[in-house]
């Protein structure tokens, strides 16, 4: 054959791939549309659309494997983007909740649905270990995106949904092991299993020093340069690099993905990775529910309807049942532990996974393989009813973040103002009244309706993310003034806003004396104690209307502010709080101070 006579034999595979394309865009554009205008979330609408558009439904997909197979790249983004949440402190803080909550709830719902399916299937207890501990894993990407939409994320029920996703995420490699270690296929892999954990610590060792001495460096000099793809370049180098690394040694790439987004937690680009790197996830991961839905076998569905209903009831109903309890155990009130209890009782997407392991081991049939992921399936879809229930009766509370414009509405302003709190609200009346624009960015809900009743705009959103300051316009801007509660603010989170917005200067409120020497190598113009000033005119007040001559009130004032400036140099120069204690008054090792005088003796 004739290169002249190959183009056309092409063209029509081009025309197939591209129509096949378009029907399946069109067809999830239109049924993730109807699913969310009715409020029942994406992931039914992709499931839907794969379903209709799978060679179960209109046959316009014939190979749905093939797009499973590109479509788990979103699963790992999606497990990298878990690790850049990981940061050690977020860790420590979380380790009761991940750890105690998220280990109970794997293992107790885990051998609860195993003793289940091997009751009513009377299967082997291999193969109902296969089935019944993947079921104890909930939707990761169905819970995650639902508690961000609403503003819930950060909430201590957020964070305790978060923690235990986490800890399932986690808990793959052990289940995928547990797998292997069941397998009745022949095995063609002599390596140990010692060995096997040895490569696993050796590759995250090495992806650790990896990311501390070549990535970091690399991504403070795209920073530098400016060049906003290159970190999406950067981004997607870590993860397929890390993905590719444990995929050849035998070990699962979402841990080698998981692993470069634990080794860029602490980064001070880590925003700016996770918001290019985020669109990539939510497309692909799109298509993986696309792909599942396309593999969902209707017919094994429609031989024994009422038992995948029967079993998808009971699963959901155990889930509740197991993670209300050991919520109770551990602390959670009532109302906040049914809640959890609802969010996490469906299957999720890493079931899929570990049953086509367990197929591949030869534990399950391919008929068992169809029917529980038909169970997942189906549990999936109760999730969004379960909320609705959960919203009336369960005391969840607060608007979608949805409801709320996104700073890139926001005309163009001399200063943002992050945080419309009581210490944002006075610096923006000042402000205001000195005409300088300004922009309002807030990410609680309530604040942002409460002062939306006083005439006061505020927008939605995470004001120490550079993308959302971006979307804000904060290239333009004069001043970034961060008027937020968090102690936590510090020179990882500011140093990536200095270096992308460069003609701004920067202003932080600083919580207490501790706060203020931890922002003392920012890149800051200036810093504000928040209850500093409050408290000096409060003590000036009294001495006056006690008697005090308010000469001497002021002289004592100076002598306060000058000591307290002394000290502070000195506890940041030496990295002792006590540093200066001479310098207080009251103290007994204090110096003397001549009232009268104003001066020392």
Not at 571 to 591: N, P, W
Request: hydrophobic share 55%; glycine share 10%.
């Amino acid at each position: 054959m004739t290169a002249g006579e190959a183009v056309p034999a092409a063209i029509p595979a081009g025309v197939d791939l591209f129509l096949s394309g378009a029907f399946l865009l069109a067809a999830s554009l239109v049924c993730v549309l109807l699913f969310r205008r009715v409020g029942l979330g994406a992931v039914l609408g992709y499931l839907l659309a794969g379903i209709l558009m799978g060679p179960q439904g209109l046959e316009i997909v014939d190979d749905p494997e093939l797009i499973l197979g590109f479509a788990e790249i979103g699963i790992v983004l999606l497990l990298f983007l878990v690790g850049l949440e990981l940061a050690p402190a977020r860790l420590w803080r979380l380790r009761r909740e991940i750890f105690g909550v998220g280990l109970a709830q794997v293992a107790l719902c885990g051998l609860a649905l195993a003793l289940l399916v091997q009751l009513v299937t009377g299967s082997t207890w291999g193969a109902a270990l296969a089935l019944g501990l993947p079921l104890a894993l909930s939707s990761t990407a169905q819970v995650l995106p639902m508690l961000q939409s609403q503003g819930r994320l950060n909430t201590p029920g957020g964070e305790r949904a978060f923690s235990v996703l986490l800890f399932q995420d986690l808990s793959i490699v052990p289940l995928l092991t547990i797998i292997a270690a069941l397998s009745r296929a022949p095995r063609t892999e002599t390596v140990s299993g010692w060995l096997l954990a040895i490569y696993a610590i050796l590759a995250i060792g090495g992806l650790v020093l990896a990311g501390r001495y070549v990535l970091s460096p690399l991504l403070k000099l795209i920073g530098r340069i400016a060049e906003r793809e290159l970190f999406i370049v950067a981004g997607l180098f870590a993860v397929f690099g890390s993905a590719a690394l444990m995929h050849s040694l035998g070990l699962s790439p979402a841990l080698g993905a998981f692993v470069a987004g634990v080794m860029l937690a602490d980064s001070p680009f880590r925003h700016e990775l996770e918001a290019d790197i985020d669109p990539f996830r939510s497309i692909l991961l799109g298509l993986f529910f696309l792909a599942v839905g396309m593999m969902l076998d209707l017919r094994t569905i429609a031989d024994d309807p009422l038992f995948i209903a029967a079993m998808a009831f009971a699963l959901v109903a155990i889930k509740i049942a197991i993670i209300f309890l050991i919520a109770r155990l551990f602390g959670v009130r009532t109302r906040p532990a049914l809640v959890l209890g609802l969010l996490l009782s469906q299957g999720g997407e890493f079931g899929f996974v570990l049953f086509s392991e367990a197929q591949a081991a030869l534990l399950i049939e391919p008929e068992a393989s169809s029917r529980f992921g038909a169970i997942v399936t189906l549990s999936m879809a109760t999730t969004p009813f379960l909320m609705m229930f959960a919203q009336r009766f369960g005391g969840v509370r607060g608007r979608s973040s949805e409801d709320f414009d996104d700073p890139e509405l926001a005309s163009q302003a001399n200063a943002i103002i992050i945080g419309h709190g009581r210490f944002g609200q006075t610096v923006a009346q000042i402000f205001s009244g000195a005409n300088i624009s300004v922009t309002l960015i807030d990410r609680k809900p309530d604040q942002i309706e409460l002062s939306g009743e006083f005439g006061r705009k505020v927008f939605y959103g995470d004001g120490t993310r550079v993308d959302l300051l971006r979307r804000a316009g904060a290239e333009q801007a004069d001043a970034l003034l961060f008027c937020i509660d968090d102690p936590n603010l510090g020179v990882a989170e500011l140093e990536p806003v200095a270096q992308a917005f460069p003609q701004a200067r920067l202003f932080i409120r600083a919580i207490d004396r501790l706060h203020l020497l931890k922002l003392k190598d920012a890149p800051i113009c200036g810093a504000q104690r928040e209850l500093i000033e409050s408290a000096i005119k409060m003590a000036r007040t009294g001495l006056v209307k006690i008697g005090t001559d308010e000469v001497l009130a002021d002289r004592v004032i100076e002598e306060y502010r000058r000591r307290d400036m002394a000290r502070l140099k000195l506890q940041a120069d030496e990295g002792d709080m006590r540093a200066g204690m001479h310098l207080s008054f009251g103290g007994e090792d204090s110096e003397d101070f001549d009232l009268e005088a104003g001066r020392d003796r």
